[in-house]
């Protein structure tokens, strides 16, 4: 069955935050100054941002932003879970429930860049079967799909 990942209360930003820098903690890590910037321009931002527009949102509280450390900040956010890489768009999102659920399927609309984070153990079980008889493995432990959202469908 197919569910939303993040079906609990929306929490705050602050709160999003601080889980981060816990299970930064937990892992070892550090999310640094910059790398807190980065998550938390993210998680204010509704849908996701390319590169090149987070670095311009990033210039008003840190003017000597630069591309080689927001996309190194991009790179540990992804690795610790906080954020996803859409490749269908060439962007990045804040995870919604980085603490919370594992989801396996982002779904991402090619014309506006919102995400849904959802849930469907059995159908990733399944793509990682198809994938296993092609003679492959997956890589990773997400699947993005790519759709038009509802609202872009009205336009």
């Known amino acids: 069955m197919t569910t939303p990942a993040h079906s609990h209360p929306p929490t705050s930003i602050a709160q999003r935050l601080r889980t981060a820098e ?9 999310l640094t100054p910059l790398r807190r910037l980065v998550l938390e321009t993210l998680l204010r931002h509704s849908g996701s941002l390319k590169a090149y527009e987070l670095l311009d949102a990033l210039r008003t509280a840190q003017p000597g932003a630069a ?26 999102t804040a995870c919604t429930d980085a ?36 003679g492959f493995v997956l890589d990773g432990h997400e699947t993005e799909l790519r ?5 872009c469908q009205r336009e």
Do not use: M
Request: charged share 20%.
């Open 67 to 92: 591309p080689p450390t927001v996309y190194r900040a991009l790179d540990f956010l992804t690795e610790q879970g906080l954020i996803h890489r859409l490749d269908a768009i060439n962007a990045w």
């Open 147 to 151: 759709a038009v959202c509802t609202r």
């Open 99 to 134: 603490g919370g659920k594992p989801h396996d399927l982002l779904i991402v609309c090619t014309r506006c860049g919102s995400v849904a984070e959802l849930s469907d153990p059995a159908l990733s079980r399944r793509l990682a079967d198809c994938v296993a008889q092609a």
């Open 22 to 30: 816990q299970l930064c903690a937990q892992r070892g890590s550090r």
